[in-house]
């Protein structure tokens, strides 16, 4: 039993050791995953790190590379055909030199060879059996001393001329060169600017003159129709006028005839003629008289509302210019205040009225003027004293026709008023 429990008291000994150092190689694996751990989080920290390194990195080169093309499309093209031209004579010099030197080496080591070549078929002869040697033409040795292969091609030249321009300087070598491109682009886009700003203003001057034109066209257009289609009534009015004076002056002329015939009826072989009807040609002369009169009023009319007949329009064109400009006057009128309105109407009326006696008063004093001279005339006259016996008329007809022949005369005075009028 003492043997049992020795060997149990070893055992649990041996146990916990061995607990002891399962515990002790536990910790330190778990030290170790820990330093392992803390090692990978670093070695994230760095791999995040040398990330972001990167996509700043990339982002710089992506921006480098944005410069550089801009900065390459506003290089002028003359520094890039000088800079191809020098890296094509650089190109053409390199390769010459590659050429002259492969050449060389070339032809060394072809030279070389065949200096060895030589001197092995010279051993080779010197241990053959008796000693006697071949001969040879000496041409064909010439030829083959003289002869090498061709040169081989480099890598370079086997791959193709390379049309990389990384080596091609920049023209940009200091930031006045881009500030001086700068300013004078600026001063072009202003330029610009103006130009098209002046342009546009331009444009829309014309735009709203030719809205105006537009518009003051078509009103004319509006109202030259509705002047033609007033002319046109006024004309259909004034040839229905014409037809009825046509048939009174036909029938009043019938008439005339007629009463003629009684009167050449009614005279006496000894009573003379009487005084016969105006004519035709004097109708017309009073009516041209008539006419001009009338004409020469529309065009002073028309030359203090207008101004001067250039065009030399006719009276119904005057009329017509001279109401389409009182309808204009109206309408201006229409928007103005009206209480100035009132007191420039006023006012004109007041100058009007003056200006109406003033002339009247004129007119009495120039009347007065010529009773007096008359009277002065007829009192320096000589009395004419009447003798013998007072002349009769013998009959009333005379005194009659008279007053008939008065009475037509107004009568066709009025026709010719109502016919131009």
């Known amino acids: 039993m003492q043997e049992d429990q020795d060997k149990f008291e070893q055992f649990l000994k041996k146990n916990d050791k061995m607990a002891h150092q399962a515990i002790g190689k536990a910790e330190k694996e778990t030290k170790a995953k820990q330093d392992k751990m803390q090692e990978i989080k670093k070695l994230n920290a760095q791999i995040m790190s040398i990330k972001s390194k990167k996509l700043k990195a990339q982002e710089a080169l992506e921006d480098c590379n944005r410069y550089r093309e801009f900065l390459e499309h ?30 060389k080496w070339w032809h060394e080591k072809c030279a070389h060879e065949r200096e060895e070549a030589k001197k092995k078929l010279e051993a080779e002869l010197d241990a053959a059996p008796g000693g006697r040697r071949p001969r040879r033409k000496k041409g064909n040795a010439e030829e083959e001393v003289a002869e090498d292969p061709p040169t081989p091609k480099t890598p370079d030249e086997q791959k193709g001329e390379s049309d990389s321009d990384s080596d091609m300087p920049m023209y940009f070598t200091e930031p006045q060169q881009l500030l001086d491109i700068f300013s004078t682009l600026e001063e072009n886009n202003l330029f610009l600017i103006e130009n098209c700003q002046e342009t546009e203003e331009a444009l829309e001057d014309l735009k709203q003159k030719f809205e105006a034109e537009k518009a003051k066209t078509h009103k004319d257009t509006a109202e030259l129709n509705q002047q033609m289609e007033e002319l046109q009534t006024q004309i259909a009015k004034e040839s229905d006028k014409l037809k009825g004076l046509d048939a009174r002056a036909s029938s009043k002329k019938a008439d005339d005839d007629k009463k003629d015939k009684d009167r050449d009826k009614d005279k006496g072989r000894g009573r003379g003629r009487v005084e016969e009807p105006e004519e035709e040609e004097d109708k017309s002369k009073k009516a041209a008289e008539y006419e001009k009169a009338l004409n020469e009023k529309v065009t002073e009319v028309y030359e203090s509302c207008i101004g001067a007949n250039e ?33 420039e109407e006023a006012k004109r009326d007041k100058e009007r009225r003056e200006e109406r006696r003033a002339k009247m008063v004129m007119e009495k004093d120039r009347e007065q003027q010529e009773k007096m001279a008359e009277r002065q005339k007829r009192a320096a006259q000589p009395v004419q004293k009447k003798t013998g016996k007072t002349l009769m008329t013998r009959v009333m007809h005379s005194r009659r026709k008279k007053r008939d022949e008065k009475e037509e005369v107004n009568d066709e005075e009025e026709d010719i008023k109502e016919f131009f009028i």
Do not use: C
């Not at 093209?77 to 030197?101: G, I, S």
């Open 311 to 343: 065009s030399n329009i006719d009276s119904m064109a005057m009329l017509a210019q001279i109401e389409k400009t009182l309808e204009k006057l109206l309408d201006t009128i229409g928007g103005m205040d009206e209480k100035f309105v009132a007191v």
């Open 74 to 103: 506003i290089t002028p093209q003359e520094f890039k055909d000088n800079q191809k031209n020098a890296k094509q004579e650089r190109r053409m010099k390199y390769r010459k030199e590659r050429h002259e030197k492969r050449s």
